[in-house]
C-alpha cells in the first residue's frame, strides 16, 4: 500500500490559510489522494480528493503536484472548529470494487485565537 | 436519512465475553466497510460488504472476529471471547457503488475490555 508522511502537527490562525502538505511518493498512476478529518470522538469527516488534477469544494482545495509525490491540503479561512486530526490517504482498490483507506497518524492541526 | 449510524455508542465488557456491534448505513450506499482505531493512531481496515456479500477480510480480522450483513441493510460486527486487546473504537463507514465519493463514517462504538 503506498504511505504517506505528513507532519505531526500545524498550529493555524483563526482566519488565515491553513496549509497542510502530504508526501506520497510511492503513489500508483491510478490511486486517488483522499483526504479526511477527525474531530475528537467523532467519525472522520471526508473533505476533498482528487487524481491528477487540483480540485476546490465548499470546504477545502487540494493541490496535486504534476509528479503526484505529494499535495497539500488548504482551508482558506481556518475557524476554531477546524481543529482536527488531518489524514491524508492513498485509496487502494480491494476485490469486488470497493476500496480500502489506509490512515497514517495524521497532522494535529490547531486553529488559535 | 442522517449519515450513518452506529450502535452502541459505548461499550464496556469483561474480558472473555462476547459483544455484538451493529451499524446502519446511509439507505442507498450499497458499500459497507468495518475500521478499528485503537488509542493515538489511524482507523485500521478490518472488512467490506457488497450488499449482502462479505468480499474482502483483513488479516487483523481474528477467528474471534465475524461480520454479517445479512439483508444487504445494516450490519453487525461480533467479537467473541474478547481480549483486552480488542478495546478500541470499532467505526462504520458506507459508499455508492458507482464514483470516487468518499465514505461516509459513522461516530464509532467504543469498547473497553477490563
Known amino acids: 500500500d503506498a504511505k504517506t508522511t505528513q507532519p505531526t502537527s500545524m498550529d493555524c490562525a483563526e482566519g488565515r490559510a491553513a496549509n497542510l502538505p502530504c508526501n506520497h511518493s510511492?503513489?500508483?498512476?491510478?490511486?486517488?489522494v483522499y483526504w479526511y478529518r477527525q474531530i475528537h470522538s467523532q467519525g472522520p469527516q471526508y473533505i476533498i480528493h482528487?487524481?491528477?488534477n487540483n480540485e476546490t469544494n465548499e470546504m477545502a482545495s487540494l493541490i496535486i503536484t504534476e509528479d503526484r509525490k505529494s499535495s497539500t491540503l488548504i482551508l482558506p479561512h481556518a475557524t476554531l472548529r477546524d481543529t482536527a486530526v488531518y489524514y491524508c490517504?492513498?485509496?487502494?482498490?480491494?476485490?469486488?470494487?470497493?476500496?480500502?483507506?489506509?490512515f497514517g497518524t495524521g497532522t494535529q492541526l490547531k486553529v488559535e485565537l | 436519512d442522517t449519515g450513518v449510524s452506529q450502535n452502541p455508542r459505548h461499550k464496556i465488557t469483561k474480558r472473555g465475553q462476547n459483544v455484538t456491534f451493529r451499524c446502519d448505513p446511509i439507505s442507498e450506499h450499497n458499500r459497507l466497510y468495518w475500521y478499528r482505531q485503537t488509542l493515538g493512531q489511524g482507523p485500521e481496515f478490518l472488512t467490506y460488504?457488497?450488499?449482502?456479500?462479505?468480499?474482502?477480510k483483513s488479516r487483523l480480522l481474528s477467528d474471534r472476529f465475524s461480520a454479517e450483513r445479512p439483508k444487504g441493510s445494516f450490519s453487525t460486527l461480533e467479537i467473541q471471547r474478547t481480549e483486552q486487546g480488542d478495546s478500541a473504537m470499532y467505526l462504520c463507514?458506507?459508499?455508492?457503488?458507482?464514483?470516487?465519493?468518499?465514505?461516509?463514517f459513522g461516530s464509532g462504538t467504543r469498547l473497553t475490555v477490563v
Open positions: 482528487g487524481l491528477k
Open positions: 463507514a458506507s459508499s455508492f457503488l458507482q464514483g470516487t465519493a468518499g465514505y461516509t
Open positions: 510511492t503513489i500508483s498512476g491510478n490511486e486517488y
Open positions: 490517504i492513498v485509496r487502494v482498490p480491494l476485490t469486488g470494487g470497493g476500496n480500502k483507506l489506509t
Open positions: 460488504f457488497q450488499n449482502e456479500a462479505q468480499l474482502e
